[in-house]
């Protein structure tokens, strides 16, 4: 494989199939400021590198499996819900104070072919008494003990849908997705905690492939949420016109002429992601797939810590983590223009339709 093929292969990590700007990306990753941009693009660059002792890795990975392939796994709690709903600060706060977890870290970008055999050789234990930092940039962390969302991993078991976002679990594909969190758990010896934002739309067949599997879908207050998505649309497609994260298509297709601020399909596909996660919840049980409120979580997060403690890890009622203070969260205008429209929209949806008088006989009628 030539170095460019390997840069490409690397890059796909970090830079979805949607994406159709990737160097505009990097240059506005670089000219963000954000400490999780800039180490995304270093362990792009780290992991090419790296590639000849993950190809290595790899002939004991598979050993490694077979030896474990039998030992005691689960639960696996995994995180989901609508892209920039705070899916990855849940995901850092949980990893953070769940002692009892293990989480796909950032170095395993590096060694997407031995994950495996990585996390037990590099995992290293948090640092008691050091202040959590939660920022991240569009899903992406800082710092190779960091949680990942593993696209890494995630890209090889999960296929591309009509938008091009990874929506599509095959059976081979839930096959070997079971495989690597039931040897991953058994390796590391605790439950497992993980990330994919798209699993609001697939859950049902994870939880089917995979046995004792709970999940957490974020939601957050729509307008924020709009207005995010839209931000993300420039930032990360650099096209304000092309959708940023799970989406209805047909919707897409309808509003792809209106010249306007995609301000009513950002809220049809946020309309349809609600609709998918009250669909999964309603397929695997209230039980066993939450879904909980951002603003909620922000507020008061040790109660979702306490309530995963209780109700998933069986933790006992005294070894109870310390509460936690709120977090401040990000709902707040930052584009005028945009979140004007936003409300304006929110309003006019909910004014009630005018009927006709047509309908309002055949109601009356209806009633008699």
Same mark, same amino acid.
């Given at each position: 494989m030539s170095f460019w093929s390997k840069s490409k292969q690397a890059l796909g990590r970090f830079i979805p199939s949607h994406v159709n700007d990737p160097i505009g990306l990097i240059r506005r990753m670089l000219s963000s400021n954000k400490k999780a941009a800039s180490f995304t693009l270093w362990l792009t660059g780290a992991s090419i590198l790296a590639t000849p002792i993950d190809w290595v890795l790899q002939r004991f990975e598979l050993r490694t499996r077979q030896k474990i392939r039998s030992g005691q796994t689960g639960p696996h709690i995994f995180i989901c819900g609508p892209a920039r709903s705070g899916t990855t600060l849940v995901y850092q706060v949980l990893a953070?104070?769940?002692?009892?977890?293990?989480?796909?870290? @950032? =170095?395993?970008?590096? =060694?997407? !072919?031995?994950?495996?055999?990585?996390?037990?050789? #590099? &995992? /290293?234990?948090?640092?008691?008494? +050091?202040?959590?930092?939660? $920022?991240n940039y569009y899903g992406k962390t800082a710092g190779l003990q960091s949680p990942s969302e593993a696209n890494h991993l995630w890209n090889q078991w999960v296929d591309v849908d009509e938008s091009d976002f990874r929506t599509l679990l095959t059976p081979e594909g839930a096959a070997k997705m079971a495989e690597f969190f039931n040897c991953f758990s058994a390796q590391q010896g605790k439950p497992t905690l993980s990330k994919n934002n798209n699993l609001n739309a697939f859950a049902d067949r994870v939880s089917s492939s995979l046995d004792n599997t709970y999940f957490i879908c974020l939601q957050r207050e729509t307008k924020f949420l709009a +207005?995010?998505?839209?931000?993300? !649309?420039?930032?990360?497609?650099?096209?304000?016109? +092309?959708?940023?994260?799970? &989406?209805?298509?047909?919707?897409?297709?309808? @509003?792809?002429?209106?010249?306007?601020?995609?301000?009513?399909?950002?809220?049809?596909?946020?309309? #349809?992601?609600?609709?998918?996660?009250?669909?999964?919840? %309603?397929? *695997?049980?209230?039980? !066993? #797939?939450?879904?909980?409120?951002?603003?909620? #979580?922000?507020?008061?997060?040790?109660?979702?810590?306490?309530?995963? @403690?209780? $109700?998933?890890?069986?933790?006992? %009622?005294?070894?109870?983590?310390?509460?936690?203070?709120?977090?401040?969260?990000?709902?707040?205008?930052?584009?005028?223009? *945009?979140?004007?429209? *936003?409300?304006?929209?929110?309003?006019?949806?909910?004014?009630? /339709?005018?009927? @006709?008088s047509d309908q309002k006989v055949e109601a009356h009628y209806e009633t008699k």
């Open positions: 953070n104070n769940l002692d009892n977890v293990s989480f796909i870290r @950032n =170095f395993t970008v590096a =060694f997407s !072919r031995s994950p495996i055999v990585a996390s037990r050789l #590099f &995992t /290293k234990q948090s640092s008691t008494g +050091q202040k959590p930092d939660y $920022e +207005q995010s998505l839209i931000k993300a !649309r420039l930032e990360i497609n650099g096209n304000i016109k +092309q959708s940023y994260g799970v &989406t209805n298509v047909q919707n897409e297709l309808k @509003n792809e002429g209106d010249p306007a601020l995609p301000v009513v399909p950002v809220l049809e596909q946020i309309d #349809f992601l609600n609709s998918l996660a009250k669909e999964q919840q %309603e397929k *695997i049980g209230s039980d !066993r #797939f939450w879904i909980v409120s951002y603003e909620e #979580f922000c507020k008061n997060p040790s109660a979702l810590i306490d309530k995963v @403690n209780t $109700e998933i890890l069986n933790v006992n %009622e005294t070894a109870k983590s310390v509460p936690l203070p709120p977090i401040t969260h990000n709902n707040r205008c930052t584009n005028p223009e *945009i979140f004007q429209q *936003i409300e304006n929209e929110l309003q006019r949806r909910a004014r009630p /339709k005018p009927q @006709n």
